[in-house]
């Protein structure tokens, strides 16, 4: 079984990384995301777009019917990384980094304090700006995790 690979794909800036990654290797690639990002743009053969309404956890309810164990997630959602990696996923931030069961509680905690924070009038950093250095780290990254899980070392049903 290939590995196949799955974006939440309304804001990622790794798009076309991902894509040009999983067409070398030949796997399929998922891109979800809302009808109100709608695009005529064409992808390769391997490439499927999913198109969910424009709720705000649309996305990541379909993706949560889509994934299976051993899939790639590439997504900045604490709580969807969350939920995949108790469905046996690789998650992966476009910034590169690895979701794991050891780093998601405490990113999940640090997302309720900021909410807290925020509702009681405090003010929180948003996003650092995406770089070429992050497009860059999340490459290597993403190769890593290709290599290691297509090569025959791993398979998809033992991540």
Same mark, same amino acid.
């Given at each position: 079984?290939? %590995? ?11 798009? #076309?990384?991902? =894509?040009?990654?999983? $067409? /070398?290797? *030949? ?19 391997? %490439? ?11 996305? #990541?309810?379909? =993706?949560?019917?889509? $994934? /299976?164990? *051993? ?19 690789? %998650? ?68």
């Amino acid at each position: 079984m290939k %590995v196949h690979i799955f974006i939440d794909a309304d804001a990622s800036p790794v798009k #076309d990384t991902v =894509i040009e990654e999983g $067409v /070398k290797r *030949g796997l399929p690639v998922t891109l979800v995301t809302s009808i109100s990002h709608y695009s005529t743009k064409e992808y390769p053969q391997n %490439v499927n777009t999913v198109y969910v309404d424009t709720g705000a956890e649309a996305a #990541d309810y379909r =993706i949560m019917q889509l $994934v /299976k164990k *051993g899939d790639v997630l590439i997504t900045q959602d604490y709580g969807l990384a969350s939920l995949c990696l108790a469905k046996g996923c690789i %998650v992966l931030h476009h910034t590169g980094f690895r979701y794991t069961a050891d780093n998601i509680d405490q990113l999940l905690q640090s997302r309720y304090l900021s909410a807290m924070a925020r509702k009681s009038g405090q003010r929180t950093k948003g996003p650092k700006a995406f770089t070429k250095e992050d497009r860059e780290q999340f490459k290597s990254s993403f190769r890593i995790i290709l290599d290691e899980y297509t090569d025959g070392t791993q398979t998809k049903n033992q991540p």
